[in-house]
């Protein structure tokens, strides 16, 4: 996948100005030139950070839904010091980023073909008995 359609899929999920920070532009929506046929290109800093950005969202998306991936992007996240994605990922954190992305999913109940993992499963005996442990 070029970084054209990367940009476009960015844009749509995040917005072009969130996807314009994340990259390190200070032109707010540079990105929705990014993804127009015969328009400028990222430079290679800000590719750099659309292509670890696109990554990070793709993850969280598959798990939880676009909705939820946006909101984790722009929420202060207490595996990067309660800064958010868009500001780790700008800041070139790519490493930090994944291990609080990693971690997120990891925290998250998962349903897969119907049969819970032994974290979820715990977790919604807990819920189910009303502990708030």
């Known amino acids: ?12 999920g995040l917005g072009p ?13 540079i990105s929705r030139l ?18 670890w950005a ?8 598959a798990a939880e839904g676009e909705d939820v991936a946006g909101m984790w992007f722009i929420g202060s996240n207490p595996w990067l010091g309660q800064d958010t994605p868009i500001d780790a990922i700008r800041e070139i954190r790519f490493r930090k980023v994944a291990l ?11 349903v897969d073909n119907h049969q ?3 974290q979820s499963s715990a977790a919604m ?3 189910s008995s009303g502990s708030s442990r």
């Open 125 to 127: 005996r807990t819920i």
């Open 100 to 110: 609080a992305s990693g971690r997120w999913l990891a925290t998250r109940f998962r």
């Open 54 to 61: 696109y990554a990070q969202w793709s993850a969280v998306t």
């Open 17 to 29: 100005t969130l996807v314009a920070g994340l990259a390190g532009s200070t032109y707010r929506s």
């Open 34 to 51: 990014w993804a127009q046929l015969g328009g400028p290109l990222p430079s290679d800093n800000e590719e750099q950070r659309s292509l």
């Open 116 to 118: 819970m993992t032994p």
């Open 1 to 12: 996948m070029d970084i054209r359609e990367i940009s476009r899929r960015l844009n749509t």
